[in-house]
């Protein structure tokens, strides 16, 4: 990647999976990032799900919730105990808020100021989006933030009963208060999910056919092996490029 000659700056994927532990979440960076300034997103009020692009999501399949936000932020949105993570599911709160930092140290600073450090605590340095170049490989901007959302994908999401799943993506402190519609808006995106996956971002995907390119009715969608995958991708660049310019 070629380097800015004001930022280092790289986009940020971050995948969110549970481990086979019953309550543990895990994360996979595929990418890291510096910062030094940012627009950041504006998470979706409290109650607010819009289900084909969800500013914010969860990974609840089994006994956790953990929420997260699409700039790759923990949140304290969605759920309704408003906290970050519960446990044990649809009770107390069990982590307030979390984040990942990161930073480095580079010769390619000024000496007075060696050190770049980015990620999330309770502010957060990112903003939802891929970062863009021109046809050199120079950084030129970020896309629009308000094209992305917490991508979110289950292998068995046209055969399981999702009404627990529901519920809590909706904030019920019950496991069966979804409706049939909450269920099945619910349904309606695990499917868009799978079948408009980011390959083209980078996004991790089984490769069943091994023929590089992804295809919603052979490949799997997520981190192989993984149940479920939550992913976001974020970056630090705060001028904002459409295709036809910048605003």
Same mark, same amino acid.
């Given at each position: 990647?070629?380097k800015?000659?004001?930022?280092?700056?790289?986009?940020?994927?971050?995948?969110?999976?549970?481990?086979?532990?019953?309550?543990?979440?895990?994360?996979?960076?595929?990418?890291?990032?510096?910062?030094?300034?940012?627009?950041?997103?504006?998470?979706?009020?409290?109650?607010?799900?819009?289900?084909?692009?969800?500013?914010?999501?969860?990974?609840?399949?089994?006994?956790?919730?953990?929420?997260?936000?699409?700039?790759?932020?923990?949140?304290?949105?969605?759920?309704? /105990?408003?906290?970050? +993570?519960?446990? @044990?599911?649809?009770? *107390? #709160?069990?982590? %307030?808020?979390? =984040? $990942?930092?990161? !930073?480095?140290?580079? /010769?390619?600073?000024? +000496?007075?100021? @060696?050190?770049?450090? *980015? #990620?999330?605590? %309770?502010?957060? =340095? $990112?903003?939802? !989006?891929?970062?863009?170049?021109?046809?050199?490989?120079?950084?030129?901007?970020?896309?629009?933030?308000?094209?992305?959302?917490?991508?979110?994908?289950?292998?068995?999401w046209?055969?399981?009963d999702?009404?627990?799943?529901?519920?809590?993506?909706?904030?019920?402190?019950?496991?069966?208060?979804?409706?049939?519609?909450?269920?099945?808006?619910?349904?309606?995106?695990?499917?868009?999910?799978?079948n408009?996956?980011?390959?083209?971002?980078?996004?991790?995907?089984?490769?069943?056919?091994?023929?590089?390119?992804?295809?919603?009715?052979?490949?799997?969608?997520?981190?192989?092996?993984?149940?479920?995958?939550?992913?976001?991708?974020?970056?630090?660049?705060p001028?904002?490029?459409?295709?036809?310019?910048?605003?």
């Amino acid at each position: 990647m070629v380097k800015s000659s004001v930022y280092k700056l790289f986009s940020t994927m971050i995948i969110w999976l549970p481990l086979l532990f019953d309550n543990v979440p895990s994360f996979l960076f595929a990418r890291g990032a510096v910062i030094t300034s940012s627009e950041l997103s504006v998470p979706e009020a409290t109650g607010s799900r819009d289900i084909m692009n969800p500013a914010v999501s969860v990974v609840n399949i089994n006994n956790m919730a953990y929420w997260i936000a699409k700039d790759g932020a923990g949140t304290t949105q969605g759920s309704p /105990n408003g906290q970050q +993570a519960d446990y @044990p599911i649809f009770t *107390g #709160g069990f982590i %307030y808020e979390d =984040g $990942m930092l990161w !930073g480095v140290k580079s /010769n390619q600073y000024s +000496a007075a100021e @060696p050190v770049r450090v *980015g #990620g999330s605590t %309770y502010s957060q =340095g $990112m903003k939802a !989006g891929n970062v863009r170049y021109d046809g050199s490989g120079n950084v030129i901007g970020s896309d629009d933030p308000t094209k992305h959302h917490v991508w979110r994908v289950r292998t068995d999401w046209n055969t399981a009963d999702l009404t627990r799943d529901a519920s809590n993506f909706y904030g019920y402190s019950s496991p069966t208060a979804a409706s049939a519609q909450e269920i099945q808006n619910v349904k309606d995106q695990y499917e868009y999910d799978w079948n408009n996956w980011r390959a083209d971002l980078d996004a991790p995907y089984d490769d069943v056919d091994n023929n590089g390119s992804y295809d919603p009715t052979v490949d799997v969608p997520g981190y192989p092996g993984a149940e479920p995958t939550v992913w976001t991708i974020s970056n630090d660049v705060p001028t904002i490029v459409m295709l036809m310019g910048t605003f």
